[in-house]
């Protein structure tokens, strides 16, 4: 603490707003410096500038002296700096490397780390060969304390690297272009959502669950179903007829006859994907099928991308659970994430335990974006929309003379398509007479129940309904995540943590999860509902 107040006097001296930004709060305080950092960059950078254009020199006010005190003081920070931005390529040291984490365990991750500096031959792999290493590493204690969370599939700055022990520290997070709740991944490219079409059998609502979480996180995703040895020729015809007229195009697979695996291969090469699904339909099966070398078509026989760790065996086979006879599902207990090396490239992601979507990140709202035949109309035009965009710039870039009949012609439908999207954009994200609809009948909805997952669309209403009145009653608002973002200096997007009122300590899900269920036993016998003028009751009545 007293090191604490001794900067925070220092400070002072700096500039009136950056006094402001402090609070008394030491988790606050700690968070600061990476504030400050920015500060102190900006000083070097005017620094440089005025070094490469000594003519410019006059303009620039004199170096700020309490800017480079505060430098100074803080230099045991200086690797705290904002979260990097993707693109960003931070001069490295020797003992520094850029990875990804690919596994958690305990307090430690494993990161594969693919590109550094040119170091010792022998110790680490050639600049360029392609070739990861494997490093244990420990996240650096101040990153936990700023609640900057480092997750598996985050891309990091590792350093103080023994390239030896294959030892090292997490010292940044590079920023997320995407990153998912159960389980708890960062930079997922893709999800393949796996049923089994019997041994489990397929289950439609079970199948609309699990779609409408991967749907709602906005990554794309692919439906593939596994056992296809399982059923008839006319079992598959009617599945992928049904599927279609959800907006799906389903892959069908088998591990166990080998069919459909190399297009599976296909689609997952060179992404981050999340398998998904549930218990017993053959996750673990199918991804250590697509990891053995036989299904790693464009790898050679026994390439490993990646130089393990000796002894070492998180990246190995996935354990294959048996079904259970009498349930027809899966018994595998463990909640535990890695991403698994494709050895084509990619990663692949297991989620044993994770059998059960929460929904949390639906509402009321936007559940409707989650199902594809709502939209259907929408998309196609968006889609070409985009497509045309694409011609567009072509033939613009294109050496020839420019064709003007062409163009104007061009022209003219880009202006119409513009026109079509506009108003799509007013009214979505339904399209119904009123922005807030939520297709359950209401005047002047375009959205009619004709449509065969209506009932499971207003089963899933009805639920996310209820979870969001409890969180209305219980948190004062909707629950968000930890961690807020803020644009900080030079545009630089800064995780700062949530707290929660009083409390500065998170919730287990665990106990969330418990006073949810607690809360909805109340809530059945609470009489202060709107029932009047609730839409979901109403339609509820209606159709019974
Ligand atoms: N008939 C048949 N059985 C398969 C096929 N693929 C996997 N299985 C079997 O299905 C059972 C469950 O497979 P897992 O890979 O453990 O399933 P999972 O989805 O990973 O299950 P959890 O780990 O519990 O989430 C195993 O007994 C597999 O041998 C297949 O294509 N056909
Ligand atoms: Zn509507």
């Keep these: 603490m007293p090191i604490a107040s001794i900067s925070l006097i220092r400070h002072r001296a700096i500039t009136p707003t950056a006094t402001s930004l402090f609070t008394s709060n ?13 500060f102190t960059i ?31 003081t803080f230099k045991d920070y ?29 307090n430690f991750m494993r990161v594969i780390v693919q590109s550094g500096p040119s170091r010792t031959a022998d110790v680490a792999p050639p600049e360029g060969s392609g070739i990861g290493v494997e490093l244990l590493c420990v996240v650096r204690a101040v ?22 022990d294959r030892r090292g520290m997490i010292e940044n997070v590079f920023q997320r272009s995407s990153e998912i709740l159960d389980p708890p991944v960062a930079n997922v490219d893709h999800f393949l959502v796996l049923f089994s079409l019997e041994q489990p059998r397929l289950e439609p609502f079970a199948l609309t669950r699990f779609l409408v979480e991967a749907e709602s996180t906005g990554i794309p995703l692919t439906l593939a179903l596994n056992k296809s040895e399982l059923v008839d020729e006319e079992t598959l015809v009617g599945w992928k007829t049904r599927l279609q007229s959800w907006g799906y195009e389903p892959v069908f697979c088998s591990v166990d006859s080998k069919s459909g695996l190399d297009a599976l291969a296909f689609i997952l090469k060179d992404q981050t994907t999340v398998v998904v699904g549930p218990s017993g339909v053959g996750k673990s099966s199918l991804i250590n099928t697509l990891r053995s070398s036989h299904h790693a078509s464009d790898a050679e026989e026994g390439d490993n991308w990646f130089d393990p760790i000796l002894g070492s065996k998180w990246f190995e086979e ?46 009321k709202q936007s559940l409707a974006q989650a199902f594809p035949e709502v939209c259907a109309v929408c998309e196609t035009l968006c889609t070409s929309f985009d497509s045309f965009k694409l011609v567009f710039f072509f033939s613009s870039e294109s050496n020839a ?14 202006n119409y398509l513009l026109q079509i999207r506009k108003m799509l954009i007013d009214n979505e994200p339904t399209k119904c007479s009123f922005n807030n609809c939520l297709h359950l009948g209401e005047p002047g909805c375009v959205v009619k129940g004709d449509w065969e997952r209506y009932p499971y669309y207003f089963q899933l209403l009805d639920e996310i309904r209820i979870r969001e009145e409890f969180q209305l009653r219980t948190f004062g608002t909707k629950r968000e995540g930890d961690v807020r973002f803020k644009v900080g200096e030079m545009g630089v997007k800064q995780a700062e ?34 029932m009047e003028n609730d839409p979901i009751l109403r339609a509820m009545k209606e159709n019974q």
């Design 42 to 72: 900006s000083a070097k950078q005017q620094q440089q500038q005025q070094k490469q254009n000594p003519n410019n020199v006059s303009k620039k006010p004199p170096p700020n002296k309490n800017l480079l005190r505060a430098k100074h």
């Design 318 to 363: 996935q354990r294959i659970g048996e079904v259970s006879t009498r349930s027809g599902r899966g018994k595998h207990t463990t909640r535990h994430v890695s991403l698994l090396p494709l050895s084509g490239g990619g990663y692949l992601a297991d989620t044993p335990g994770f059998n059960q979507p929460s929904l949390m990140k639906v509402t």
């Design 497 to 530: 943590p949530r707290l929660e009122p009083k409390k500065h300590r998170r919730k287990s899900r665990k106990s969330i999860n418990q006073s949810i269920l607690d809360g909805l036993d109340e809530l059945d016998d609470d009489d202060n509902l709107d």
């Design 143 to 164: 990153l936990k304390k700023i609640k900057r969370r480092v997750l598996v599939g985050d891309k990091v700055l590792v350093g103080s690297i023994d390239w030896v």
């Design 78 to 106: 200086s690797s705290l700096a904002p979260i990097l931005s993707p693109e960003q390529a931070p001069p490295l040291s020797q003992s520094q490397a850029i990875g990804t984490v690919a596994a958690a365990q305990a």
């Design 401 to 414: 003379e420019p064709d003007l009949t062409c163009m104007f012609q061009l022209i003219a439908s880009l």
């Design 26 to 38: 030491h988790n606050n305080l700690l968070y600061r410096f990476s504030t400050l950092r920015c």
